[in-house]
């Protein structure tokens, strides 16, 4: 089973740029699919990004293609959220998953394990 950290959320001002980090422990995360996800207050859970183990295969949702870069570096167990031109509507708390699966999935019932959050907050 493997555990989930993520870092690196904040404060920042409409246009600025935040990196999420998400650090894993207690397996490697190569055996995984990694997504990211955010939950704004009195919203549904959105799947924003994906990648595969290999970072052969990345999909994003449309509200954030083109501003954000998943990523990955699987010898440090660690995925990344490079996150630009930043909107006060991607104000959530953000959330990075591992899916056991084969197949690059953007629901968030396929994902297996899932970190505690990191608050980004955008102001206008």
């Known amino acids: 089973q493997v555990q989930l950290v993520e870092s690196g959320g904040g404060l920042v001002q409409a246009g600025g740029s935040l990196r999420l980090s998400c650090a894993a422990s207690g397996s490697t995360l190569v055996s995984y699919n990694m997504g990211w996800f955010r939950q704004a207050p009195g919203k549904e859970r959105e799947t924003i990004a994906a990648?595969?183990?290999?970072?052969?295969?990345?999909e994003y949702s449309n509200s954030v293609k083109g501003r954000f870069t998943i990523s990955r570096d699987n010898a440090k167990n660690t995925v990344y959220l490079q996150m630009n031109s930043l909107k006060p509507e991607d104000t959530a708390v953000y959330y990075c998953?591992?899916?056991?699966?084969?197949?690059?999935?953007?629901?968030?019932?396929?994902?297996?394990?899932w970190g505690q959050g990191t608050q980004v907050t955008v102001s206008s």
């Open positions: 990648i595969t183990r290999s970072s052969a295969g990345k």
């Open positions: 998953a591992a899916d056991r699966s084969s197949w690059l999935s953007m629901a968030p019932n396929n994902y297996d394990y």
